[in-house]
């Protein structure tokens, strides 16, 4: 129908990906308890502190004495920096070029978090416990200066989402307990890039009046997904106690509007658009057609040029939270002393690609240049991932016990695939922690993290749906992030 223009393809193609945290590796979250943080969550499923067993292995929950609840969050104060160079769709390096006095480095693109928690657990009687659960299983927030030299690639990014689970469990016999949850959990987010629609260097372009980013397209949609999980603890003697917990991967198709947020420079030009019913001819705000390029290649006649708004386009972004297992051991020394271990397996290789669709053909998706709807398209290919833990727990006394802890997290992601979203790579935690006993019906858990994360290179390039290099555009540098968290809990015994 018309014209695709090759710069705008490239822009439009990598708008697609939720990112990482640096809560765990890829985008799943562990704070799910301060108590649990304590001991870097080590031997979480083979524990029954409160009623965050619910979340870690909801088969515990027939092993506390009283009906309770626990409530609290956890603090993120996160750190992020890039330093690299940008690679724009002529082939131009920006620091070799006058763009270096156009961009930026991004500044602090992570944004500090807070992720509350809740669970409650009713005793049904000496073997039979129910309970529900309301958490936040994985999310994220990314957002970079506005003309960064990552904007290409990554502007903002967010991702949420909340878990309702309720759960049953029941005590098989003095040594064996089991338990069922269901997962019903709503996600949403939100995803931009910024368009660098003439870059520096462009036939025709005028060097002097070059201003960087034109324009910005975003993505948001959100989604309610379904899973289930499952757990078993076994008291293999008096003093050591095994833990199994599984969780179910929860599919997601998030559906929602793609757009162009800004009202400069998309690359369109053809008579036949006038009339286009895509197009609102009441707004003037984008002028579909790129002067420069068009006039050098001898293809643009103002009198073809379209004043008017690209409508939005509805959307999908498929999305899979991956299933994992846990296996967790805790053994009692003596009365005072416990030495917990665990071990996590994350099915991270079920997460290929990130892809924003559209469902309906219409002028983004074909503006793309990708073909089959596509407005986006990122090659992820990630691998499965094992996390390891071990910790520690001392009653100092009736009122106080203590924690420390130790975990390796690896990360998911490949060196060839980093992305700008994703700046994840493998993670080590320190953590140490305390529980107050206030009286017999309360009790508050605070816990504080480091997390010493390796820097990551990055050479990120855009792919076509054959996996193929897409363009001269690319990211090239290391990232540095670093991240601190403080956990707080409240439990009150029934």
Do not use: C
Not at 432 to 442: E, I, M, P, V
């Amino acid at each position: 129908m018309f014209n695709k223009p090759s710069v705008l393809a490239v822009a439009v193609a990598a708008a697609s990906l939720f990112s990482a945290g640096v809560q765990a590796s890829g985008f799943k979250i562990n704070e799910q308890s301060a108590s649990g943080a304590g001991r870097a969550f080590a031997g979480s499923a083979a524990v029954a502190n409160d009623a965050s067993v619910v979340f870690f292995n909801p088969a515990g929950m027939s092993r506390l004495e009283r009906s309770q609840a626990s409530f609290g969050f956890t603090y993120l104060q996160l750190e992020g920096s890039f330093e690299g160079v940008r690679t724009n769709p002529t082939g131009l390096v920006t620091s070799d070029t006058a763009e270096a006095g156009v961009y930026n480095d991004g500044g602090d693109f992570m944004p500090d978090k807070v992720i509350p928690f809740g669970y409650i657990v009713h005793k049904l009687d000496d073997k039979a416990a129910v309970g529900l659960g309301i958490f936040a299983p994985f999310g994220t927030a990314t957002d970079y200066k506005s003309g960064s030299l990552a904007g290409g690639f990554a502007d903002e990014t967010q991702l949420s989402a909340i878990d309702i689970q309720p759960t049953f469990s029941y005590q098989l016999s003095d040594t064996l307990s089991f338990g069922v949850g269901i997962d019903i959990v709503y996600a949403q987010g939100l995803l931009s890039k910024e368009l660098d629609l003439i870059p520096y260097g462009a036939p025709g372009a005028t060097d002097p009046q070059y201003k960087g980013y034109e324009n910005k397209f975003e993505v948001k949609g959100d989604d309610i997904g379904y899973g289930w999980n499952f757990g078993v603890m076994w008291d293999a003697s008096q003093s050591t106690t095994l833990g199994f917990a599984y969780r179910s991967e929860i599919d997601f198709d998030l559906e929602g509007k793609s757009e162009f947020k800004q009202s400069n420079g998309v690359e369109v030009y053809n008579a036949d658009l006038k009339g286009h019913p895509l197009l609102d001819p009441d707004d003037n705000g984008i002028v579909l057609a790129d002067a420069a390029i068009a006039a050098a290649t001898g293809s643009y006649n103002p009198a073809n040029t379209y004043t008017g708004k690209v409508d939005k386009q509805d959307s999908r972004v498929p999305l899979t939270g991956p299933r994992s297992a846990t296996f967790s051991i805790a053994h009692k020394l003596d009365d005072r002393l416990q030495l917990l271990a665990g071990a996590t397996w994350t099915d991270w290789s079920s997460f290929k690609y990130f892809d924003v669709i559209a469902t309906k053909s219409g002028i983004i998706d074909d503006l793309s240049g990708l073909g089959e709807n596509y407005v986006g398209h990122i090659v992820e290919k990630w691998h499965d991932t094992w996390s390891y833990s071990v910790g520690a727990e001392y009653s100092l006394n009736q009122d106080w016990t203590l924690r420390t802890g130790y975990a390796f997290d690896a990360s998911p992601v490949k060196d060839e695939h980093r992305t700008a979203r994703v700046p994840d790579n493998d993670r080590q935690w320190l953590t140490a922690g305390a529980t107050y006993n206030l009286n017999d019906s309360w009790s508050f858990d605070a816990a504080v993290a480091y997390l010493f994360i390796d820097k990551s290179k990055i050479d990120e390039y855009n792919y076509d749906l054959d996996d193929e290099q897409k363009g001269a555009d690319n990211l090239k540098g290391e990232f540095d992030v670093n991240a601190l968290g403080l956990s707080f809990q409240a439990n009150y015994r029934m």
